[in-house]
């Protein structure tokens, strides 16, 4: 069971936050890093072309910018990750269960009990790897519907079937 923090979101200092997992750190510099250099390599295409004279005419400064721009935002953003990692928890409470994330732009997302429609598991290949999952939360408002990664694999399905089981007894008092 990942160790419990308390931070101040949002006037929620009362709240015991559980961590996602730092499993996920790995796993977000890969996808981030992979998608970084998929999209430079793209980018970079008319820079080639340029350089090896088959399209002389492009704008060098474009040829060189885009991908450049792209290569600058795709290192900024794997600085970031284990930050932003550091930053999502999420919180069993009486009524609801609350899901914070965001290191500039916080959001904090609290879904009744009584409003869960369902939750589903959601695993990928990168996931997979690394022994995380997503927990997916829907409810009848797409406003309130939250995916939570970086579950680790062995809570996940003891936290689907304890919010569920929460979530049918809130049904059952309406």
Do not use: C
Not at 11 to 36: C, M
Not at 39 to 59: E, Q
Not at 94 to 118: H, I, N
Request: charged letters at 20%; a neutral charge.
């Amino acid at each position: 069971m990942p160790e419990r923090t308390t931070h101040d979101v949002a006037g929620l200092e009362q709240v015991e936050w559980t961590p996602v997992s730092p499993k996920l750190v790995p796993a977000h510099l890969l996808s981030t890093g992979l998608t970084t250099v998929i999209i430079t390599a793209v980018l970079a295409v008319p820079l080639v072309l340029m350089l090896v004279d088959l399209w002389p005419a492009y704008p060098a400064w474009l040829a060189w910018g885009l991908p450049g721009v792209v290569l600058v935002w795709g290192l900024v953003d794997l600085v970031l990750v284990p930050r932003r990692v550091r930053a999502m928890g999420y919180a069993e409470r009486e009524d609801d269960f609350v899901f914070k994330s965001g290191l500039w732009f916080r959001r904090v997302l609290a879904v009744p009990y009584g409003r869960l429609q369902y939750l589903d598991i959601k695993e990928g290949p990168v996931q997979r790897r690394f022994g995380i999952r997503s927990l997916e939360l829907q409810t009848a408002s797409a406003a309130t519907n939250a995916t939570i990664e970086g579950i680790p694999a062995e809570d996940s399905e003891r936290l689907r079937d304890q919010l569920m089981a929460r979530g049918q007894a809130r049904l059952a008092g309406l």
